[in-house]
């Protein structure tokens, strides 16, 4: 499994957009990269995988850079409701198991 | 589409008994996997079954245990429990499509197990 950085930590305020980006240099040729969003006392919750390019759903975006080496979380106009931490992660398409790190904690200041 | 789901969501247990936690994977999921959160040490992976079938096995003492019924749901067993399994375990599932795409995983909202 790719190791992943990712920042500890992030400030940001509402109604900004945030970039956290995530490095993760050994990433194998069928690996994805994989963002979990996670509430205290709660489970992760799945935001965005991507593969390389730009991916974007109702939620997030997800930039990957051609050497996919990194990749970037963009959140659109934070809101409080979106403090939290977030995960990078580096998998295989056939990923049984996942490794988390220390993740980056979002903290949304009105 | 029902997520996955995971019970009891909370519960409190004394040292030397023993649990077991229920999951129910989302609907057409057949991989399962467990994994133990605690503040100090993490997410960390407990094991993982298809098929009936434990694959994966993470780095776990032997009280911890785990089966897959035929409909995909699943559950975990801790033995002799201590206090130090206090933890949110969480459940997750996925389709695994194999390398025919990403594997996306999903989790549950976990179960809080107390030991006193």
């Known amino acids: 499994l790719a190791k992943t950085t990712q920042p500890i930590s992030m400030d940001s305020y509402e109604g900004q957009e945030v970039n956290i980006t995530c490095s993760h240099n050994?990433?194998?040729?069928?690996?994805?990269i994989t963002w979990y969003q996670q509430f205290p006392s709660q489970g992760p919750r799945f935001i965005i995988q991507?593969?390389?390019t730009k991916v974007t759903n109702e939620v997030a975006s997800l930039f990957i850079p051609a050497d996919r080496k990194s990749s970037t979380l963009s959140l659109p106009r934070v809101s409080l409701s979106d403090t939290a931490v977030y995960y990078c992660?580096?998998?295989?398409?056939?990923?049984?198991?996942?490794?988390f790190g220390s993740g980056t904690q979002l903290t949304v200041l009105p | 589409k029902a997520g996955v789901t995971q019970t009891p969501r909370y519960l409190i247990k004394t040292r030397g008994q023993q649990v077991t936690l229920s999951c129910s994977p989302i609907?057409?999921?057949?991989?399962v996997s467990w994994y133990q959160q605690t503040p100090g040490q993490g997410l960390q992976f407990l094991f993982e079954?298809?098929?009936?079938?434990?694959?994966n096995k993470g780095n776990f003492p032997g009280r911890f245990s785990g089966r897959q019924f035929s409909n995909s749901r699943s559950e975990m067993n801790v033995s002799t429990l201590e206090l130090g399994d206090s933890a949110l375990y969480l459940c997750?599932?996925?389709?695994?499509?194999?390398?025919?795409?990403?594997?996306?995983?999903?989790f549950g909202e976990g179960s809080w197990l107390t030991v006193v």
């Open positions: 050994n990433i194998a040729t069928n690996d994805y």
């Open positions: 997750a599932s996925s389709l695994d499509r194999g390398q025919v795409s990403g594997n996306t995983i999903y």
């Open positions: 079954y298809f098929s009936e079938t434990q694959r």
């Open positions: 992660l580096v998998l295989s398409g056939s990923a049984r198991q996942l490794t």
């Open positions: 991507g593969y390389k």
């Open positions: 609907s057409g999921h057949r991989s």
